[in-house]
């Protein structure tokens, strides 16, 4: 079955840095997504990427998608409070089936 | 639109007790997923139902966990005789159509269940 490799584990900034969290599998990446959760939110969807190389952007947080490395990584710009939760990764080993395998999270801390 | 709901928010049941969870998908998706997440194991996937198919219930834990979605839409989640280690949140997910890798799921809020 897929793994997800998130690094780091945790992470505490001071509002305005730039951070960068990563993604890693242990087999091919048909589809990555980004979620973020909150406590007692459930996880809010942030971006999907499916095709080496792409890259999307979302107000102040960018992704890429590494197909070769089967990685992919999270870069928020000029961070703020609002930014702090748990970031998760979770791919689909498998074109065409849709279940997902989940990274344990990296849990952002932004100080203001 | 309204989004993925999920009732209860909260639900605390003594050992040995049933349980029953329920999830309200988007209007107009037809796959619907189960996911739980605890401090231990992360989130883990448990059931996938796409539309009148047969659903997936290879990540049910124990044959206490069993699941059903009727009329396509409203799912249940019911759990026998709880036991501690059923605690956790548990989250539901919908989908336009299911069956691909790039379909994206929404996730309501979760049920935290906690087990005395």
């Known amino acids: 079955s897929q793994e997800l490799e998130q690094s780091p584990q945790s992470l505490i900034v001071q509002e305005g840095k730039n951070l960068t969290i990563n993604c890693t599998s242990s087999k091919t990446l048909y589809g990555l997504y980004w979620y973020k959760q909150k406590y007692g939110e459930g996880l809010i969807f942030l971006m999907m990427?499916?095709?080496?190389?792409e890259e999307k952007s979302h107000e102040k947080i960018t992704a890429k998608l590494d197909e070769k490395k089967q990685q992919s990584s999270l870069h928020i710009t000029a961070s703020q409070p609002s930014h702090a939760g748990i970031y998760l990764c979770?791919?689909?080993?498998?074109?065409?089936?849709?279940?997902?395998?989940f990274g344990q999270g990296t849990i952002l801390t932004v100080h203001p | 639109g309204a989004g993925v709901s999920q009732s209860p928010s909260n639900k605390v049941t003594e050992k040995g007790k049933d349980v029953e969870l329920r999830c309200d998908p988007i209007?107009?998706?037809?796959?619907l997923y189960w996911y739980r997440q605890s401090l231990g194991q992360g989130l883990e996937f448990l059931i996938y139902f796409q539309g009148n198919s047969a659903p997936d219930k290879s990540g049910l834990p124990s044959d206490r966990f069993s699941a059903e979605r009727t009329g396509g839409s409203v799912s249940t989640l019911t759990i026998q005789r709880t036991q501690q280690e059923d605690s956790a949140v548990y989250l539901c997910?919908?989908?336009?159509?299911?069956?691909?890798?790039?379909?994206?799921?929404?996730f309501g809020p979760g049920t935290r269940l906690t087990v005395l």
């Open positions: 997910a919908s989908s336009l159509f299911g069956g691909a890798a790039t379909d994206t799921q929404y």
């Open positions: 979770g791919a689909d080993g498998r074109p065409s089936y849709g279940k997902l395998t």
């Open positions: 209007s107009g998706h037809t796959a």
């Open positions: 990427l499916q095709k080496g190389g």
